[in-house]
């Protein structure tokens, strides 16, 4: 640990890390035992971070409320009559948002019934919970960054790429189901890929004003997605709940990881040659780049990952869902069919260049603010 | 004449009263033709023991199931189960089956909590081991969404409070962000600040509130998808006319309220040889009681002529079966005018007894008009009957001469036909010997059945193949949980020779 980092801020980034590692457990639990409980350790993992949270914002907030000769209130922000780093008010926010869609989630099974599907109300309470921890660490971690220098400084910036990439890791989980591989050949998934991400990468890249932000970024989620995509199947698990459709042995990890890293470094190229253009000359450059390059990249890498070549442990094509069907296009390594027409093909184009460049624009605008912060 | 639908209050008939059934029926669903009565109740064997099984089915799908599993005669080892569908990939592998864990205090029964990921047709796979060896048993169960939820008030006012709490802080941040957030350390803001953070919180507070309604309306979506696949049952029309001869035809139309796509009334099979079977229940006395077997004209349309009924408001519940192993039954009441009977005919029977409410406990004894008795074995008042738990329903007949029948046949394949009826209407089970699973769906099932476990009933009380007029033993037992507290009426319908006889007992329940 470096002593110049300070503790408060290790304990945000640890929420930031243990809600992703929690929610993607989880999500490996459910598509391989099934049956869980409130009480399942991927569920605890996700409270801790919750805890986490809750702590490093109060390790903050009290001292700088309640203590006059607080060193902390020099860079507080007031909020509800409490003063603490806006960071700190974020991530204690998301936290408090996470916890509060527990009984909400425990009272949606019970009347509607268990995890169906990803995208239900609390569990985008919950989400929305998550990207406060990420985006209150992301400030906490930028505060300090903007307030100090030199080797701090650096460091500190490292660390914010890094829960930019945890960010990217949270928005596209929470649209897994429309992003798995058998839509890859689809508009639809880059409509998805190029709505959400191109606005991290911009953030990133405008609020570190670092070279190779983007590219940071993207490994960070890259080495992240990798990580659980190798280690969480040497655990075994057997289904604990029928319909089985598919044999298990072992836990279910997440797909591998978008090849969001071709289209970041091109995105850092770009910024690094056009240091003068105005924001909305950048959002347009980067939102075509991002969609263009990125489909360049994906979409070969796509039929690879459906391919037999894929089937192995390096891939993780070979995983399924101890409900997917046998029959299914999933385990045949079938893309679901692309759109029919010319016509299509070019609107479906025309929505997801629009799509980057917007994302790209708020972005930006969103970058530019962060860099601002002092507090 | 005049014929009026079966309106039940909301307090005698809550919103889990209805017939279990399926949301999702990709491939057939099965149900017990119930009202009121969800559970499944089987009898079978499992290898060398015999078992009697308890299925109460989950009222959210998914959802838990309690299993209860009882081995009379053995002291089992292990018991582990394990639900899987009925047909399809998902019955050839089954997930990792539960322990059952022995009740403390009675060795000879076990008990599991399961869970049914699906609407549809599912069983319940039995596996025991004990001093004999291993044997195997498979209990369909249907397994439907019977019902929403809605939020307990101190749970949504929490909530409510938590959402007021998190929109005024996150407001509030919006605020500090856009006053303080950029201010050097140390520094204050200036009015222009404050003025832009105003605003900025006016509209953060717009863009919550719409994200709040948003989130409702989604909500409601989500809870009224979830309402659609909420079991309805099928409605039933009743009209009379009386003939030339004086004698009253019934008329009934069947009705889908629309639920699941794949019901359809084109699709009925006979159980025990009849498409319906028909209770009809003189109320509020329960004294009446014809067991008829209507004949299908068009599809959901059946007619019969009534016997010598008196003048009066019967209560019909009508039992059909679907094809794909549903089993349902809907009910109606309808005021039946003076007429001369057509007198019962093949399988139908006729009864009368004493008036429910003139027994306000429970009866022991039941004179038939030949001089016979039919006595209800066991259950004394050391040991009151309850609610929800299973018990064997013992009768047991005897001839004009005091002594145990000897002539007891099968009737529609059965040793017996119980009906259970609570007072207020709110239940209605038709109960065999081999417990609440119709003999069609059965036999669907063994037709149908892809996991290579039996699901075959007790021997003895096997179905169809039973035409034969061998003598029965005397004694006829019901495997049944009255489901709630009450006076039920049941009826015990048996054949002695060729007559078929119809007994009444009242049971109070605890
Ligand atoms: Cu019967």
């Known amino acids: 640990m470096n002593p110049g980092i300070p503790l408060y801020l290790w304990c945000a980034l640890a929420a930031s890390t243990t809600v992703q590692i929690g929610v993607h457990w989880d999500i490996a639990w459910h598509r391989s035992i099934g049956r869980d409980t409130f009480w399942s350790p991927p569920h605890l993992a996700i409270y801790l971070a919750a805890v986490l949270a809750a702590v490093a914002a109060a390790s903050q907030i009290l001292g700088a409320t309640f203590r006059r000769s607080s060193p902390v209130r020099a860079h507080a922000v007031q909020v509800l009559g409490f003063r603490g780093p806006l960071g700190a008010f974020i991530t204690a926010w998301g936290g408090i948002t996470m916890l509060a869609s527990a009984p909400f989630d425990d009272w949606w099974h019970n009347a509607y019934g268990l995890d169906v599907k990803i995208l239900s109300p609390p569990h985008v309470v919950l989400a929305i919970g998550i990207l406060c921890i990420h985006l209150g660490a992301a400030i906490f971690v930028l505060g300090a960054r903007n307030r100090a220098d030199g080797e701090l400084r650096r460091r500190l910036t490292l660390l914010f790429l890094y829960v930019q990439g945890m960010i990217v890791m949270a928005l596209l989980t929470m649209f897994m189901e429309k992003t798995i591989r058998i839509f890859m050949h689809r508009a639809s998934f880059y409509a998805y890929v190029s709505a959400l991400v191109p606005l991290v990468f911009c953030a990133a890249g405008r609020a570190s004003g670092r070279r190779w932000a983007a590219t940071l970024t993207a490994l960070f989620y890259s080495a992240f997605l990798l990580g659980l995509l190798w280690i969480l199947p040497l655990f075994p698990a057997q289904p604990k709940l029928g319909p089985v459709l598919f044999p298990v042995t072992q836990f279910i990890p997440p797909e591998f990881p978008l090849l969001l890293i071709v289209p970041a470094l091109v995105m850092d190229l770009l910024w690094s040659r056009t240091p003068d253009w105005s924001r909305g000359q950048k959002a347009v450059a980067s939102g075509i780049v991002f969609a263009t390059v990125f489909f360049i990249a994906q979409w070969p890498f796509a039929t690879f990952l459906m391919s037999p070549a894929a089937r192995n442990y390096f891939f993780g094509a070979m995983y399924f869902d101890f409900n997917t069907p046998v029959a299914s296009s999933y385990a045949h390594g079938l893309f679901l069919p692309y759109e029919v027409s010319a016509a299509a093909f070019v609107a479906g184009a025309a929505r997801v260049g629009a799509l980057g460049m917007a994302s790209a624009w708020v972005g930006l605008a969103w970058g530019d603010w962060m860099r601002r912060i002092r507090r | ?510």
């Open chain 2, 1 to 510: 004449m005049r014929a009026r639908s079966f309106k039940p209050r909301p307090a005698a008939l809550p919103a889990a009263l209805v017939l279990i059934a399926t949301a999702l029926l990709v491939d057939g669903g099965v149900a017990s033709a119930h009202l009121g009565s969800p559970d499944v109740f089987f009898e079978g064997n499992a290898g060398p023991y015999p078992l009697l099984v308890t299925i109460r089915p989950p009222e959210v799908i998914p959802g838990v199931a309690v299993v209860d599993v009882q081995a009379p005669d053995d002291q089992l080892g292990l018991v582990t189960l394990v639900p899987t569908p009925l047909r399809g990939p998902g019955a050839v592998l089954p997930p990792t089956a539960d322990v059952a864990h022995a009740e403390v205090g009675d060795p000879h029964r076990f008990s599991a909590k399961l869970w049914f990921m699906a609407s549809g047709s599912w069983q319940v796979r039995v596996h025991v081991d004990g001093p004999r060896g291993a044997g195997d048993l498979a209990v369909p169960v249907p397994a439907l969404a019977l019902r929403t939820k809605t939020m307990q008030r101190g749970l949504g006012l929490g909530l409510a409070a938590l959402l007021a709490f998190l929109v005024a802080g996150m407001i509030s941040i919006v605020g500090a962000s856009v006053r303080d957030a950029a201010l050097e350390p140390g520094q204050q803001a200036d009015g222009q600040r404050r003025r832009r953070s105003r605003v900025a919180q006016t509209v953060a507070a717009a863009v919550l509130t719409a994200l709040v309604l948003g989130g409702a309306t989604w909500w409601g979506d989500e809870a009224s998808g979830y309402g659609q696949n909420v079991y309805k049952p099928l409605a039933l029309q009743a009209s009379t006319a009386v003939g030339g001869d004086g004698v009253i035809t019934l008329s009934l139309t069947l009705t889908d309220p629309g639920w699941a796509k794949s019901r359809r009334l084109d699709d009925l099979v006979p159980d025990h040889d009849h498409l319906m079977h028909l209770y009809v229940v003189r109320v509020p006395a329960m004294d009446v009681v014809a067991h008829l077997h209507p004949d299908q004209g068009q599809p959901g349309k059946f007619q019969r002529a009534l016997p010598a009924l008196p003048p009066g408001d019967y209560q019909l519940f009508a039992d059909i079966v679907h094809q794909t192993g549903l089993a349902e039954t809907a009910t109606t009441i309808v005021t039946l005018p003076a007429a001369k009977g057509g007198g019962p005919i093949g399988d139908d029977a006729l009864g009368t007894g004493r008036a429910l409410a003139a027994d306000a406990a429970t009866t022991r004894a039941f004179r038939m008009p030949d001089g016979g008795q039919v006595v209800w074995l066991g259950g004394d008042s050391a040991d009151p009957l309850r609610a929800g738990r299973t018990t064997w329903f013992r009768f047991r007949v005897d001839g004009a001469d005091g002594k145990p029948a000897t002539d007891v046949t099968p009737y529609m394949g059965m040793a017996g036909h119980a009906a259970f009826i609570k007072d207020d209407r709110s239940v209605f089970a038709h109960i065999h010997p081999s417990g609440s699973v119709s003999m069609a769906t059965l036999a669907l099932i063994e037709s149908g059945n892809g996991s290579g476990v039996s699901a075959d009933p007790h021997a003895a009380h096997k179905g169809h193949a039973g035409h034969h007029a061998a003598a029965l033993p005397p004694e006829i037992a019901f495997p049944y949980a009255c489901p709630k507290p009450g006076l039920y009426r049941i009826v015990v319908q048996f054949k002695r020779g060729d007559v078929i006889q119809t007994a009444f007992f009242s049971a109070r329940v605890d």
